[in-house]
């Protein structure tokens, strides 16, 4: 997936928001909260379950994002190949604003039209 295929997919998810912020890196927001990240040379970073980051964490390509997960949160990165292919990213990148969705509080939800 290019960062302009990211950047597109991530722009069609509803009320997705966008920043560059950190350097460079694309920064995709729902109710002000990140759920995925396009670094400056194209590693992509999303937010994944308990169970899913113990499996990805393993595979090539792919790594416990270096300074969220440090901190004991289950992000993952995509920075090589293999990794994902573009089908199971767009999953893990849906995933991810599923997740980020679920915990806004009600009136956020309500708000975004969620």
Request: hydrophobic share 40%.
């Amino acid at each position: 997936m290019t960062r302009d295929d990211f950047n597109h997919f991530c722009a069609s998810l509803p009320a997705a928001s966008h920043v560059v912020q950190w350097g460079g890196s694309d920064v995709w927001k729902l109710g002000g909260k990140v759920f995925a990240i396009c670094g400056l040379h194209g590693g992509v970073t999303f937010k994944v379950s308990e169970t899913a980051f113990e499996i990805l964490r393993e595979m090539p390509g792919l790594r416990p994002a270096p300074y969220l997960a440090s901190r004991g949160l289950k992000w993952i990165q995509h920075h090589g190949k293999p990794g994902l292919g573009d089908e199971d990213l767009r999953h893990y990148l849906t995933e991810s604003y599923r997740m980020i969705a679920a915990a806004l509080p009600r009136r956020t939800r309500a708000a975004l039209g969620l």
